[in-house]
T-cell receptor, first 111, second 114 residues
């Protein structure tokens, strides 16, 4: 499978702390994407990082990509209760039009 | 823009019934796809389309049909519903190739098959 896998499956932190989630994948990719899903809602795109990039920032989000280790991490700094959600990494299927999604990390931020 | 819209939001079917899940987008996106999400399974691709008149199968296509007569609409048809099709269904669209571009998701349809 080329599916990305997130780690940990669940994470619980206090408001204000940083949250780090990891994603590992199995084959070469040209990009990796992170999405957020609030309970009962659709997925919302957070960041796309391309294979020639090592780090990317968006507000309180920082994504890193290590193609040699086939892994990525998503860091949320100064977490808020509103960050409580599931976070998914998605990797493209080689030579195809599709994305594969992992099973997600469920983040709970305690006020 | 309304983005990606899905109807209905919730549906209960009996085994053997058929129905169509509607998906529409107003962003002029070429690529559209259907996923199902089950607990602990992540999202799995059912069918996708790279443009009007072109569809292809994803990871779990059995029991589902799709068509793409217009750029805007991409309905998903359940031919004969089975309890194993109980799931949350998401439609998504993107401007270009789905694997290289941001995908925009609809709010989902929760389907219960009894």
């Amino acid at each position: 499978s080329q599916q990305g896998e997130e780690d940990p499956q669940a994470l619980s932190i206090q408001e204000g702390e940083n949250a780090t989630m990891n994603c590992s994948y199995k084959t070469s990719i040209n990009n990796l994407q992170w999405y957020r899903q609030n309970s009962g809602r659709g997925l919302v795109h957070l960041i796309l990082i391309r294979s020639n990039e090592r780090e990317k920032h968006s507000g309180r989000l920082r994504v890193t990509l290590d193609t040699s280790k086939k892994s990525s991490s998503l860091l949320i700094t100064a977490s808020r209760a509103a960050d409580t959600a599931s976070y998914f990494c998605a990797t493209p299927q080689t030579g195809a039009n599709n994305l594969f999604f992992g099973t997600g990390t469920r983040l709970t931020v305690i006020p | 823009n309304a983005g990606v819209t899905q109807t209905p939001k919730f549906q209960v079917l009996k085994t053997g019934q058929s129905m169509t899940l509607q998906c529409a987008q107003d962003m002029n996106h070429e690529y559209m796809s259907w996923y199902r999400q089950d607990p602990g399974m992540g999202l799995r691709l059912i069918h996708y389309s790279v443009g009007a008149g072109i569809t292809d199968q994803g990871e779990v296509p059995n029991g589902y049909n799709v068509s793409r007569s217009t750029t805007e609409d991409f309905p998903l048809r359940l031919l004969s519903a089975a309890p194993s099709q109980t799931s949350v269904y998401f439609c998504a669209s993107s401007y270009g190739r789905g694997s290289r571009e941001t995908q925009y998701f609809g709010p989902g349809t929760r389907l219960l098959v009894l």
